[in-house]
T-cell receptor
Framework: KAGVTQTPRYLIKTRGQQVTLSCSPI?????VSWYQQTPGQGLQFLFE?????QRNKGNFPGRFSGRQFSNSRSEMNVSTLELGDSALYLC????WGFGGGLNEQFFGPGTRLTVL | EDKVVQSPLSLVVHEGDTVTLNCSYE??????LLWYKQEKKTPTFLFML????IEKKSGRLSSILDKKELFSILNITATQTGDSAVYLC??????????FGTGTSLTVIP
């Protein structure tokens, strides 16, 4: 079956703009998690959506938000972009949520965001 | 503060060598520890560990967890150039909290 897809793959924005990233999970998966990966901070959890509800949230400012649609596709929005938001944004889908085995997370290819 | 620390940060070995990657954690309400291999951008799942002392094995890779000392190791024997990647350790805590280490970058040279 098709894997997790993310669009766009690359994005260049300027400070102050806003951006929306999209993630389509594996068919049948109901959980979508978003992560930010930077060289200095590693992989950091942003939030997780399950059945259109945000189930958990990491320690990111309110400029980072997301939503999930009835088909489990998820979007992540970052408003008022800052230079430090430049990162690789990964989404991962699973049937129930984070964890391996039956609940294994499958990651998408990521969106590389550059803020100038 | 909950955290996951991986060591070493980077490693360069020759094909055929055996490597051991370390992951220590301080996370309250621990549920599981997971290892991922990240090539280019996409992490792929390797192991999930929930119980101490039980080795998980997949081919040349194996991993074990020590919940008393709060660490895990990932062993790769007879390394190949295809093992070159960043290896990520993540800890899942109750309440769907997830913490990742910064990763160990492994380079295997022929």
């Amino acid at each position: 079956k098709a894997g997790v897809t993310q669009t766009p793959r690359y994005l260049i924005k300027t400070r102050g703009q806003q951006v929306t990233l999209s993630c389509s999970p594996i068919s049948g998966h109901r959980s979508v998690s978003w992560y930010q990966q930077t060289p200095g901070q590693g992989l950091q959890f942003l939030f997780e959506y399950f059945s259109e509800t945000q189930r958990n949230k990491g320690n990111f400012p309110g400029r980072f938000s997301g939503r999930q649609f009835s088909n489990s596709r998820s979007e992540m929005n970052v408003s008022t972009l800052e230079l430090g938001d430049s990162a690789l944004y990964l989404c991962a889908s699973s049937f129930w949520g984070f964890g391996g085995g039956l609940n294994e997370q499958f990651f998408g290819p990521g969106t590389r965001l550059t803020v100038l | 503060e909950d955290k996951v620390v991986q060591s070493p940060l980077s490693l360069v070995v020759h094909e055929g060598d055996t490597v051991t990657l370390n992951c220590s954690y301080e996370v309250t309400n621990f549920r599981s520890l997971l290892w991922y291999k990240q090539e280019k951008k996409t992490p792929t799942f390797l192991f999930m560990l929930t119980s101490s002392g039980i080795e998980k094995k997949s081919g040349r890779l194996s991993s074990i967890l020590d919940k008393k000392e709060l660490f895990s190791i990932l062993n790769i024997t007879a390394t190949q150039t295809g093992d070159s990647a960043v290896y990520l350790c993540a800890v899942e805590a109750s309440g769907n909290q997830f913490y990742f280490g910064t990763g160990t970058s492994l380079t295997v040279i022929p």
